[in-house]
């Protein structure tokens, strides 16, 4: 028996992938954490929301694509595909893992964490 993806989790891809930055941040309690490889925590909405469009603004292509979810309680572990192209063009995929926990009654996230290979990823959003 499977756990359904919580619609949180659900929406939070979706408006990743829709570059809806509002969307995004709406999704995350006041006070919540953002936590990126490579990056300086980000405290609260704004911040989070702001993160992404910073992050992403070397990938003009990009698609986050959950392969596998895993539940337990309130905390959601989520294997990702990414795939894209940088700036000129070159294509870029690497897979990541998001750990999300929740609220309580799951409707909020409180902390996310990102996982992947920066320095591959670095390589893939400079080639030519």
Same mark, same amino acid.
């Given at each position: =028996?499977?756990?359904? +993806? ?7 891809? %979706?408006?990743?992938? %829709? #570059? ?11 006070? $919540?954490?953002?936590?990126?490889? @490579?990056?300086?925590? &980000? ?8 993160? *992404? ?14 392969? &596998?979810?895993?539940? %337990? ?8 595909? *990414?795939? @894209? &192209?940088?700036?000129?063009?070159? #294509?870029? $995929? *690497?897979? $990541? ?6 609220? @309580?009654?799951?409707? +909020? ?14 390589? =893939?959003? &400079? %080639?030519?």
């Amino acid at each position: =028996m499977s756990t359904p +993806t919580p619609a949180v989790v659900e929406r939070y891809f %979706a408006a990743v992938n %829709a #570059e809806d930055w509002t969307a995004v941040g709406n999704l995350f309690t006041p006070d $919540a954490e953002l936590a990126a490889v @490579g990056a300086p925590p &980000r405290h609260g909405r704004e911040a989070i929301a702001a993160h *992404f469009p910073w992050t992403l603004a070397a990938l003009p292509v990009h698609h986050d694509e959950p392969t &596998r979810v895993v539940v %337990a309680g309130t905390v959601v572990l989520v294997e990702i595909r *990414f795939t @894209g &192209r940088n700036r000129a063009g070159a #294509e870029v $995929a *690497f897979d $990541a893992v998001d750990v999300f926990d929740l609220t @309580g009654d799951g409707t +909020t996230i409180e902390r996310l964490t990102s996982w992947y290979d920066t320095a591959a990823v670095g390589r =893939m959003v &400079r %080639a030519s």
